[in-house]
């Protein structure tokens, strides 16, 4: 079975400083990989996706992340903080095989932005 | 184009009823998708419908829970009998084919009291 660990459930950052969210997974082999963004009472937004296209993703509001094979790795980053970015961040994966829509989550990571 | 609608958007019932929540997904979607979120915990997986068809049901609880996805009208996803650990938010996500990633609705939050 899959399974995808986010270190760290909470990360804290000054506004204008790098934003690093940190996702493993576990599969023999590469699945499709996620970020989901979701902000208090509200439903989950897509961040960005790899599906075997290019290792480096970019997504919405400036956000990006590598897949890395060798790592096992699918990292969300951001160059500079914004007070907007505070949220809860998901990391999720799909099988190859099944449905895009058929995810296994991480726990989370909740990002707070300091001014 | 409307999102993935839920409603009730809060729902609360007594431990031994039964909770019926609702989810109309997006125009042009046939696929639709059930997670629970329960405290302190991510996101799981719970039931994968297509028009008519359950096609993966394996994070479904084998008692009280059901879903379908009848050829009008909203999904449906059923909790009978209901108990304090069902109190989660549930999220309803739809797609339009299977290979497109899912858009989640606002989801409904199950209070069992």
């Known amino acids: 079975a899959q399974s995808v660990t986010q270190l760290g459930s909470h990360v804290s950052v000054s506004e204008g400083a790098l934003v690093l969210l940190r996702c493993n997974y576990s599969?023999?082999?590469?699945?499709?990989l996620f970020w989901y963004v979701q902000y208090p009472n509200q439903g989950l937004q897509l961040l960005l996706k790899?599906?075997?296209?290019?290792?480096l993703v970019k997504g919405i509001n400036g956000f990006e992340a590598e897949f890395k094979k060798s790592e096992t790795s699918f990292h969300l980053t951001k160059p500079s903080a914004h007070m907007s970015d505070a949220a809860e961040y998901f990391c999720?994966?799909?099988?190859?095989?099944?449905?895009?829509?058929?995810?296994?989550f991480g726990q989370g990571t909740i990002l707070t932005v300091h001014p | 184009n409307a999102g993935v609608m839920q409603n009730p958007r809060h729902l609360v019932r007594r431990r031994g009823q039964e909770a019926r929540l609702r989810c109309s997904p997006m125009k042009g979607h046939s696929h639709v998708y059930w997670y629970r979120q329960l405290p302190e915990e991510g996101l799981k997986f719970m039931v994968y419908l297509q028009k008519e068809n359950i096609i993966d049901e394996s994070g479904m609880p084998k008692e009280r829970f059901s879903a379908e996805f009848p050829k009008e009208g909203p999904s449906i996803l059923r909790i009978q009998q209901v108990v304090r650990g069902d109190s989660a938010a549930y999220f309803c996500?739809?797609?339009?084919?299977?290979?497109?990633?899912?858009?989640f609705g606002q989801g409904t939050r199950l209070t069992v009291v």
């Open positions: 999720a994966v799909s099988e190859k095989g099944t449905s895009y829509g058929k995810l296994t």
């Open positions: 790899y599906t075997s296209a290019a290792t």
């Open positions: 599969s023999s082999v590469p699945p499709y």
């Open positions: 996500a739809s797609s339009p084919d299977r290979d497109t990633e899912a858009f």
